[in-house]
């Protein structure tokens, strides 16, 4: 194998020792926030309003960090989850380095045609509220914006109904750029709570009949 040379970009780069230490710094910073925000969401878990899967634990829930989503490093919460070979329920809050701040609701199973009935009945309160349905082929898969994601928007109904009926799951989401981590403390967990206020209505064992 042939030796290759370093460019000058590439060695000066190297030299950037303190880059280690600021993301040191940064993901224990993240990890934090997303603990934070787990205190706040078990707050706001009633478990029998929710239809979620029978033998679900309301006290499971997982940190988990990475480095190697598309190359990227990440952080996750998953709270609350349940995860099995046939079904899913999680809400996702996910820090994606150079990418931004996902909260998304991941539901796969037997109740999936009670979800899509509680988002298309109440589809008024969630129109034009910053979410998007993901018709990516696998949960996983984390986008912003582009041809997989599906603005839900109060001018597109039909077209969101059309898309949930050929789907195996459904993942809702909505986004946060990297600006809103220098607002005010707090903001970031505000905002996952809301978030969370919000998609519980599609899995609300009783949907609501305001309007």
């Known amino acids: 194998m042939e030796a290759e040379a370093f460019s000058r970009d590439e060695v000066d780069f190297l030299k950037q020792a303190a880059l280690?230490?600021?993301?040191?710094?940064?993901?224990?910073?993240?990890?934090r926030t997303l603990e934070t925000l787990h205190d706040e969401l078990a707050e706001e878990?009633?478990?029998?309003?929710?239809?979620?899967?029978?033998?679900?634990d309301f006290t499971r829930w997982q940190v988990v960090r990475g480095e190697r989503l598309e190359d990227r490093p990440y952080?996750?919460?998953?709270?609350?989850?349940?995860?099995?070979?046939e079904t899913k329920f999680t809400y996702r809050s996910m820090f994606w380095w150079g990418s931004g701040l996902f909260f998304a609701m991941i539901l796969e199973g037997p109740a999936l045609e009670r979800y899509?009935?509680?988002?298309?009945?109440?589809y008024h309160r969630f129109a034009d509220r910053g979410l998007a349905l993901s018709l990516a082929?696998?949960?996983?898969?984390?986008?912003?914006?582009?041809?997989?994601?599906?603005?839900?928007?109060?001018?597109?109904?039909?077209?969101?109904?059309?898309?949930?009926t050929t789907r195996r799951f459904l993942k809702l989401q909505s986004?946060?750029?990297?600006?809103?981590l220098a607002g005010e403390p707090g903001a970031i967990v505000r905002e996952g709570v809301e978030v969370f206020r919000l998609l519980r209505e599609v899995v609300a064992r009783e949907p609501r009949t305001d309007s």
């Open 75 to 85: 952080a996750y919460l998953d709270f609350p989850q349940y995860f099995s070979r």
């Open 45 to 56: 878990i009633v478990p029998e309003a929710l239809l979620v899967p029978e033998g679900m």
């Open 116 to 122: 899509r009935e509680n988002l298309l009945g109440a």
């Open 20 to 31: 280690f230490t600021w993301k040191e710094l940064i993901t224990k910073k993240i990890r």
């Open 137 to 164: 082929e696998t949960p996983w898969e984390w986008k912003r914006e582009g041809p997989g994601i599906l603005p839900i928007l109060a001018n597109n109904r039909a077209e969101v109904a059309e898309a949930m």
């Open 175 to 180: 986004c946060l750029e990297f600006e809103a």
